[in-house]
């Protein structure tokens, strides 16, 4: 089973890897066959060039991320919330996501999921 | 696909009735065969005796909970933060969960999962 402490450091990775606009840190964190589902309801995004597509449009962007409350670790997964700022279309946006990340042995990520609608998108920061 | 206000509505209404240890007020927010993973990676509790009988026990602790931030809704599927407070052999506790639900068409709740782990446990409040 994966560390729980490796678990929660790869949510702080993630985090830190979006806001440096990192792609291959990002790109690191998931397994070669992970999938990412963005948000939950969506065709998921499977392998490392579709992921690496979707996180690419989204640090154009300008991604800042900002950790919410506890990292939750339990089993093989962790779930988080957390806040992400964004400029969309000349517009300053702020999406409020709870991702649920989902490890093999090996400590990568094999699924992603992230909670969101539209009551959780606003304007402004 | 059930409403989006109406699955937020169903987390507002499991906080309440929890709080207000309304046994049957939980119990009605289930499906009859749904299942409960409460932590993640615990045998699920599965139909409506197990869960009654998990409630219960739960409800022995004398929980307060509150929610912490938005109820992430998405797709079939919610998603939120809390703190639950109780007394468990004779000390005061607080967890920090983040749940959730999966939904049937008909608004009730099909799954829930609950994430934690030992670092959302503490004591005092």
């Given at each position: 089973m994966?560390?729980?402490?490796?678990?929660?450091?790869?949510?702080?990775?993630?985090?830190?890897?979006?806001?440096?606009?990192?792609?291959?840190?990002?790109?690191?964190?998931?397994?070669?066959?992970?999938?990412?589902?963005?948000?939950?309801?969506?065709?998921?995004?499977?392998?490392?060039?579709?992921?690496?597509?979707f996180y690419a449009a989204s640090l154009s962007m300008k991604l800042t991320l900002a950790l919410e409350g506890q990292v939750r670790v339990a089993d093989k997964e962790a779930a988080f919330a957390f806040s992400v700022s964004l400029?969309?279309?000349?517009?300053?946006?702020?999406?409020?996501?709870?991702?649920?990340?989902?490890?093999?042995e090996a400590g990568k990520v094999v699924s992603m999921r992230a909670f969101f609608g539209p009551a959780n998108i606003g304007t402004g920061s």
């Open positions: 994966p560390d729980p402490a490796q678990m929660e450091a790869a949510v702080h990775e993630y985090l830190r890897a979006l806001n440096a606009a990192d792609l291959d840190a990002v790109l690191a964190l998931f397994d070669a066959d992970a999938s990412v589902e963005d948000p939950v309801g969506s065709p998921p995004k499977r392998g490392h060039a579709e992921i690496r597509a400029q969309h279309e000349g517009q300053q946006m702020v999406i409020r996501p709870i991702d649920v990340f989902r490890f093999n």
